[in-house]
């Protein structure tokens, strides 16, 4: 009988997958890797849409002065070319405050953008985040998604995007998406 793992343990093992499966993550590390794995996994989970491996570049921008944002891409599965703005956290445990400051952090770094405060970011985050805006449309929505690989733990989603969403009084096209451990392996 098989012993059942936990969902960290089963996301890790998906994480190397993916380094073994391609090429171009074989050198990446275990945080980029779970980058690419949440877009993949939750944006091209459709067989129809295409996700050129060498894409990852472009829509993963996690590294230094990165404005706390790892991903950015226009979301594949709409029509109205919605912004997703992403973070993601390789972590084993995690508590509210490291999701509510990971969450706070990503409305700074949009609010910052729209204003064209590009000084905490470096250029491939600037230049990424502009080529985005500049697709939305007047029906778009701005996607705010936050991953971990850790288990959720009694913390309290609602909470954290009441907190989140007092960030963006007065504008309605904000989504937010928060996943935990095991709503990854779903």
Request: with cysteine.
């Amino acid at each position: 009988m098989p012993i059942p793992q936990n969902s960290h343990t089963f996301i890790t093992e998906k994480v190397h997958a993916m380094q073994t499966t391609y090429p171009s993550l074989r050198e990446r590390s275990d945080v980029y890797v779970f980058s690419a794995l949440c877009v993949k996994s939750c944006f091209y989970k459709n067989p129809a849409l295409i996700l050129n491996e060498y894409e990852w570049e472009e829509i993963i921008v996690d590294g230094q002065y990165d404005g706390g944002v790892d991903f950015l891409l226009s979301d594949p599965n709409t029509e109205g070319a919605d912004l997703v703005i992403g973070q993601s956290k390789f972590y084993e445990t995690i508590q509210y405050e490291d999701v509510l400051n990971a969450m706070i952090k990503m409305a700074v770094f949009y609010k910052e953008m729209v204003r064209g405060q590009y000084e905490q970011v470096n250029a491939t985050v600037q230049h990424r985040f502009m080529t985005l805006q500049s697709e939305i449309g007047d029906e778009s929505k701005i996607h705010f998604v936050f991953y971990t690989s850790a288990p959720q733990r009694g913390i309290r989603r609602d909470r954290i995007q009441k907190k989140f969403c007092e960030q963006f009084t007065g504008i309605s096209n904000i989504e937010v998406s928060i996943l935990f451990a095991d709503d990854i392996v779903d």
